[in-house]
């Protein structure tokens, strides 16, 4: 029974306010290859959900097909989950926002799931702004089916075959932008003092927010050559900046130099540490961010980091005007009012 985490921990482990450690916001024990780049992000959205003391009951998570869509199971196993067809977990998500917008809704895909079958669905949720997390685990190749090159992996680069990719590649995180994707990051697996905060920022977003992690497979797709490898990606990231979400209480701001670094005190006495790149571009400006995505491929760098949002976009219930009360506990008496609300109804049509 090695597959089964132990049921026994430490009594002085941390809590968070709501009284829980990070082992109430666990999964399963993974079962993908060791030192895949997946585990580590899965580990970031416990540790993203234990900070912001959000209930494990209230949240969705909803996935495809692929390995990445295999990792819902490794966190937060007390939340709701739905593992949907091959390209199909937008609809499904939409499905259940829907019904029921009170849950925090993850959308874990992969770049097959995504930018091959589950593209058309991927565009038609950006436009609608759901209100959910998305988060492709972008390894640049199938890992499920043996590494084949994926839509995402890079032109010029070299699979484990030795084959080299003779297509360019589908950028996710320019293509959100473009499509109207109201909060859109980009980070890599490895880098869990940048991916944490992004989570967290993306959790609170009201809207669609898109995750673009970098995420190399350790079976397929590590070899030299590849530009999805942990030796490319750390040698060509280039982080936008570091910053930790700000609660909402009294405005914490701080100004100082591009290029230089400055620590910042939090609302609970800590302390994070903002570090702030000399780049020429605003990520509420959607053209800055695309130039700037753009002009970081041509000089061969992964930008990292949060590269655009917009907080003025209705999400899709406050452009529906649904209920406030969820559409899945409403009674028959809402559904229901009888005759004369009906005559009413149609009477202001005349």
């Given amino acids: 029974m090695s597959y089964l985490k132990p049921q026994f921990s430490h009594p002085r482990l941390p809590k968070n306010k709501l009284g829980y450690t990070l082992k109430e916001y666990e999964g399963s024990l993974s079962t993908l290859c060791a030192g895949c780049g997946h585990d580590s992000i899965s580990a970031a959205i416990v540790r993203a959900c234990y900070e912001l003391d959000i209930e494990p009951h209230l949240v969705a998570k909803i996935s495809g097909i ?3 869509s295999k990792t819902p199971t490794y966190f937060l196993g007390n939340s709701h989950g739905f593992n949907s067809v091959h390209g199909r977990m937008p609809s499904v998500a939409t499905g259940a926002n829907m019904a029921n917008k009170d849950l925090v809704y993850f959308g874990v895909s992969g770049d097959g ?105 350790v079976t397929f797709n590590n070899n030299p050559g590849s530009t999805k490898s942990y030796d490319y990606v750390r040698e060509h990231i280039e982080a936008t ?23 910042v005190a939090m609302h609970d006495d800590s302390e994070i540490q903002l570090n702030k790149l000399a780049r020429d571009w605003d990520p509420e400006d959607r053209l800055s961010a695309v130039n700037a995505l753009q002009k970081a491929r041509m000089e061969e760098e ?19 005007n649904t209920a406030k009360t969820p559409l899945n506990q409403l009674k028959e008496e809402d559904l229901n009012p009888g005759t004369k609300v009906l005559d009413q109804i149609n009477e202001s049509f005349r």
């Fill in 66 to 68: 692929g390995c990445s």
């Fill in 113 to 217: 799931d995504s930018a091959s079958i589950g593209m058309g669905q991927l565009v038609h949720v950006i436009r609608r702004n759901l209100n959910m997390v998305y988060v492709v685990m972008n390894n640049g190749c199938y890992g499920l089916t043996k590494g084949q090159d994926s839509a995402t992996a890079d032109l010029g680069s070299k699979n484990k075959s030795g084959a080299i990719n003779p297509f360019q590649a589908i950028d996710l995180a320019s293509l959100a932008i473009e499509l109207g994707a109201s909060f859109v990051g980009q980070s890599f697996s490895g880098d869990k003092q940048q991916l944490i905060p992004l989570l967290k920022a993306a959790i609170r977003h009201q809207g669609f927010a898109f995750l673009n992690v970098i995420s190399p497979c």
């Fill in 241 to 263: 900046s570091a910053k930790d979400l700000v609660p909402m209480k009294n405005e914490i701001s701080v100004d100082y130099e591009a290029g230089t670094s400055t620590p």
């Fill in 302 to 320: 992964i930008l990292t980091g949060l590269l655009y949002v917009n907080s003025d976009w209705k999400d899709l219930h406050r452009t529906l």
